[in-house]
């Protein structure tokens, strides 16, 4: 009987729990939209800091038409 309570009260524990059990996101839904608006931006971001870092940014010095370089 024990054994049966014990695997019960476990089955809800875990089957209540959604995602981690301290929550990353406010509970107040208008703090809860900042804080989604703040991560979706920075996530935008990542692409433009990379970039950046392995200087692809950088303007190109080749020419827009690209020539054979060879005798036609």
Known sequence: MRKLLLAV????????AVGCIIPAYSGDPVRRTRQLIFTSEDLRTILDEWERIWMLDQP?????????????
Do not use: A
Not at 9 to 16: P, R, Y
Not at 61 to 72: A, Q, V
């Open 60 to 72: 190109s010095h080749l020419k827009p038409n690209r020539t054979h370089g060879g005798i036609i």
């Open 9 to 16: 009260l476990m089955g809800l524990l875990v089957g209540s």
